[in-house]
């Protein structure tokens, strides 16, 4: 499903001090050409880390053509203000037949195990990896504490894969949401075709407000915040 591509990029961290990521639940407006959905990114505080949580459906004509969604799911630990993933698991009923996805990050054995689709997983965990949700909050987290983000490696469909990055600057992005001041940090596969552009709003803890998918320097997806709450926060009435 095409509009799956608007899904973070991944992004190493190293936190100098403490820090952590408020609660949050959001809702975006996903278009990819004539094509329409709805995604939703939902993290919850645990004692020891969080559980973060995505969906994405077609809306539209898209439900037209396209039935079912994409959930994702991924638990992670936040050791000394940085986060590691422990689980992922994601099911993907707009593909035929259903696919379903699980890994587990056993950090000190350093495996990644699990199942792609009919194939069992057992690799070699790598340092600062992560899953390619687990790395949003990852984001987040080093942009809250003003820490400095490297390229790292992510597991994405049984495999690790590495992208670059460069932040290109502020710049200001209105939404359904309203208008907001961010941050672009702007991601690349190794060939540079294919990119993500997420727009993250400082006033919002640096939530994404804006992600655009780019394929050969060309806008193929934009998912825009149309609701949100941070915490006890929410859109101004």
Known sequence: MALAAICFAPMTVHAAAPESVPAFDATYVVRY????GTMTLQLSRR???YLYETSLSPRGVASWIRHGSISERTVLENLDGTVRPLEYASTDTI???VRNTSYFFDQEPG???GQYKTYLIDEPMRAGGHNRISAQIAIILAL???????PFSIFDRGRWKDYEFEITGDQTVKTPSGRFDTIEIRYASADNAKSWSLYCAASLDYLPVMIVFRESGKVKSRAQLTDYRI?????PD
């Open 144 to 150: 809250r504490s003003g820490t400095r983000l490297s």
């Open 111 to 113: 495996r990644v195990t």
């Open 95 to 97: 593909a035929s037949p």
């Open 231 to 235: 915490g006890e926060q929410g859109p």
């Open 33 to 36: 050409g004539i094509l329409r």
């Open 47 to 49: 004692d020891t880390g």
